[in-house]
T-cell receptor, first 113, second 114 residues
């Protein structure tokens, strides 16, 4: 069965650069979530989209923005990168009419040097 | 205060042991409860949902106590393959949001040794 696809899997950037992460949810899933997980930390909710509209916003820095496109894929844009942005970024999708279980992608590991 | 608090761990147990993890949540309006499993450097995966009546899936038993805002996971007859981090997850509903977000606990690390 198709899973959540994230790209790139690994990304190395320097401070003050910009990065874009992409997420392709499971087909027919209507909700996409972005989480950030620092080393040894629990996943922190950043933002979510339901039917291409932002549905909830968490601890997402103003330097970050995200959107969901007409084909339901989502992109997380990060600008003015800081060392502290180094983390594993997970995208997850769900179909809200079901149990609401989230299916996670394998994550994109961002390293800021 | 974090939305979800978990036993800090780590737990190191021999094969065949029974181990229990506990978790508390702060928002009494929370709607759904889950245990996720996360292997090192991998994505979280759903282990099981937690229902008010308690539920069992093979060697795993989950319990929910809404009055005490407490969730537990019991693993019987531990296997080497159970070694992972177990995340207590609560789905809340925040003012202004359309759908409830998931709140993750810090996770409890389990190592099962032969």
């Amino acid at each position: 069965a198709a899973g959540v696809i994230q790209s790139p899997r690994h990304l190395i950037k320097e401070k003050r650069e910009t990065a874009t992460l992409k997420c392709y949810p499971i087909p027919r899933h209507d909700t996409v979530y972005w989480y950030q997980q620092g080393p040894g930390q629990d996943p922190q909710f950043l933002i979510s989209f339901y039917e291409k509209m932002q549905s909830d916003k968490g601890s997402i820095p103003d330097r970050f923005s995200a959107q969901q496109f007409s084909d339901y894929h989502s992109e997380l844009n990060m600008s003015s990168l800081e060392l502290g942005d180094s983390a594993l970024y997970f995208c997850a999708s769900s179909f809200e009419e079901n149990t609401g279980e989230l299916f996670f992608g394998e994550g994109s590991r961002l390293t800021v040097l | 205060r974090k939305e979800v608090e978990q036993d800090p761990g780590p737990f190191n147990v021999p094969e065949g042991a029974t181990v229990a993890f506990n978790c508390t949540y702060s928002n009494s309006a929370s709607q759904s409860f889950f245990w996720y499993r996360q292997d090192c450097r991998k994505e979280p995966k759903l282990l099981m949902s937690v229902y008010s009546s308690g539920n069992e899936d093979g060697r795993f038993t989950a319990q929910l106590n809404r009055a005490s805002q407490y969730i537990s996971l019991l693993i019987r007859d531990s296997k080497l393959s159970d070694s992972a981090t177990y995340l207590c997850v609560v789905r809340g509903r925040d003012r202004g949001s359309t759908l409830g977000r998931l709140y993750f606990g810090r996770g409890t690390q389990l190592t099962v040794w032969p």
